[in-house]
């Protein structure tokens, strides 16, 4: 992340302001093989690897820059690619699940193979780098987070016969252990918000068919549990509010996807459509989610397949027909998304900031502090004042409302 070692004065629009719509982005899998990145839904970048049989790109992040890394694997191991252009290539004793961005730094999870591939660790690269391999005896990686200057990690450890510790590491030792894992239970996303930490996934109650509960957790413990036969796959945050994805078997062992909002289903797609829900993202008062569809049987042209499906507020959207699979979501900020017509000077100090920014010039409503992804962290109302001692170091957005209801967006400021 670019450090702005800036004060921030911003020219304000009188009497009309309003913030454009950021840039939208998913990552997946086009014509079965190829990595593809598409922004505002159309075809960004893709890659295909001729060493390997399937590049599709898992995870995304976007920098403050506006530069795009994302990431896949294949038969030959993981791939790191930005802007188009591949700059990681692990081997085939390597698997990435996640990257995320922080800090002027890259980092990437998944596990790597050691000792002729017997032993197997959650591994860390930093910009592209191996970094950090932690857990013994078949432990992997799936996603990482950061808060005040620590990372946290989830993955599951102590893998002997298909079983596990579902675990969360904070830096390099485990910090929880949400339970036991079988075969085809595990952790999915990780997210520190305002100073907690919430983990979803499913886990194994016992060795049937589908035996496993979908669920949320806060500081370790339960937060909601979606019951048996169910796998949360990711989650996000909104204010108060946690969306989540996934899907539920029934009694009759027929497959639903289902979005739901804290503990109630929000919407569900059944059986006949044989829809898998991947990823989940809240931008302001829209809810995407995507993943893929199956065909029963063939697909029309004859060959085995899935096709990609994004949905916002529930309603499918029309994606490139090539597109199979959707597995992440993201959200960039632009650089140029304040017009003006008159001129209002604010200022917004001390920037950057070790714990509160304060704003002059304007007298503000609602406060509102967004990630690099986009995601609401938090919102404080009728103060000219922004609290981020809890929010971990990096590069935030402010989006302000004023006491007439016009909207302001402060682009840049930093947590030291």
């Known amino acids: 992340m670019k450090r702005l070692m800036i004060l921030a004065i911003l020219a304000m629009q ?14 997946g899998v086009k014509s079965d093989t190829l990595a593809a990145i598409y922004k505002n839904n159309e075809l960004l970048f893709t890659n295909f690897e001729e060493e390997s049989w399937y590049c599709g790109a898992i995870d995304l992040t976007i920098t403050p820059d506006g530069d795009v890394y994302y990431a896949g694997n294949g ?14 290539s692990g081997g085939h004793r390597s698997v990435i699940k996640s990257v995320c961005y922080n800090e002027d730094v890259l980092y990437s999870v998944g596990d790597i193979f050691f000792e002729e591939l017997v032993q197997q660790k959650g591994a860390i690269w930093k910009d592209v780098v191996l970094w950090d391999t932690l857990g013994t005896s078949l432990a992997f990686f799936n996603d990482i987070d950061f808060m005040d200057g620590h990372s946290y990690i989830l993955g599951t450890n102590h893998m002997v016969n298909g079983i596990g510790d579902l675990t969360i590491w904070k830096d390099n030792e485990p910090l929880y252990v949400l339970g036991r894992s079988w075969e085809g239970s595990g952790l999915r996303t990780i997210i520190c918000h305002d100073g907690h930490v919430y983990a979803c996934g499913g886990l ?32 996000c945050i909104d204010g108060e509010d946690i969306y989540a994805c996934g ?28 829809i898998e829900l991947y990823t989940i993202l809240k931008v302001e008062d829209d809810l995407y989610f995507g993943g893929a569809g199956f065909y029963f049987g063939k697909h029309p ?39 003006e017509t008159g001129i209002l000077p604010m200022r917004i100090f001390p920037n950057p900031t070790q714990s509160m920014a304060h704003v002059d010039g304007i007298e503000v409503e609602r406060f509102q502090v967004f990630n690099t992804h ?16 809890d929010l971990p170091k990096g590069f935030y957005l402010l989006r302000i409302t004023d006491a007439e209801g016009k909207c302001h967006k402060a682009l840049r400021v930093v947590k030291e």
């Open 204 to 235: 194994r109650t016992n060795i049937g068919p589908f035996s496993y509960d979908g669920m949320i957790w806060k500081d370790g413990e339960v937060l909601y549990n979606y019951g048996s036969y169910a796998c949360i796959r990711d989650f």
């Open 301 to 339: 042209d004859g060959r085995q397949s899935s096709y990609g499906v994004l949905f916002k507020n529930g309603e499918a959207i029309e994606i490139d027909p090539e597109c199979t699979t959707i597995y992440a979501l993201a959200v960039a900020p632009q650089t140029n998304a304040l017009q």
């Open 14 to 27: 009188v009497a009309s302001i309003c913030a454009q719509q950021n840039d939208f982005y998913f990552a």
């Open 374 to 389: 986009g995601q609401l962290l938090k919102t404080e109302l009728n103060t000219n004042e922004i609290h981020l001692e």
């Open 75 to 88: 038969s030959y191991g993981a791939y790191i690619w930005k802007n188009g252009e591949r700059i990681f």
């Open 247 to 274: 899907e539920i078997n029934v009694e009759n062992l027929e497959q639903k996807a289902v979005v739901w909002k804290n503990d109630e289903v929000l919407f569900e797609y059944d059986y006949a459509n044989f």
